[in-house]
């Protein structure tokens, strides 16, 4: 949409300077890949008396004049310097080397599966559990191979409708996160579906309220839509929610 209006032959506002310029920022989808990770540690010390985090470094050099393969690592190195700044903050921090989680967890005798879309232990958590267990030490394998999968919510933002019109060059609504003054994704109680999260909303106009809206809801653990067609007034609001999870 940015790039459609570059070209349209419209009057438009004279460009800014650039207020970055000799400050320490880094680029926006990087620095949001990173507080993910951010988010989730101080999600668990809000559970669990963390004194320490341990985290295997990622060595990613850049190389004079191998422009694909710095642009491939230089968001890497930028996110991690910030990120370790971050987590400094909250509790100590210690930095192995990724040989020394492979000589740890060959020395253990366990494996570490290269099926990265399955949800096993081997594949996600061995080398964490590693790391951990060479902080605090006493174990010899997993006492608990159990994995909970959270997964963020996906929100359209900002945008106001779709680039593609419709049957009368209507372009219908698109993105926003409220829905019929629900905040999307809100955990939500309905007297039908019990526990579940909003999603998006539709006009359902009817002869005594031309007004009426409903909202969708989806289920907490699959995601899968429940219904379209919910009323407001019959959800009972609960928890402002942005992931959900599943065992």
Known sequence: MRRGRRFRNTPCRQNRTNRSVNKNRIPPSTKARWQWKLRIAKWLT??????????????????????TWNTSFSPLEVGKRWFYSEIEKIAHLEIRQGFDTYKMRQDLGLLKSKQKLSNLFEAHCVDSWVLA????????????????EVIPLEFHRRQLHRLQHSTGHVRSRYGGTLSAEFKRGSIVKHPKYGLCYVGGWQESPTKKDPQRKTISLHDLKTSKRLCQNAAPTDCKFLSYNSWRSAN
Do not use: C
């Open 133 to 148: 267990n060479w902080y605090i030490g006493g174990h010899i394998q997993p006492d608990n191979t159990k994995l909970i």
């Open 46 to 67: 809000l559970m669990f008396p963390i004194s320490t985090f341990v985290v295997e470094d990622v060595k990613a050099k850049t190389w004079k004049g191998a422009k």
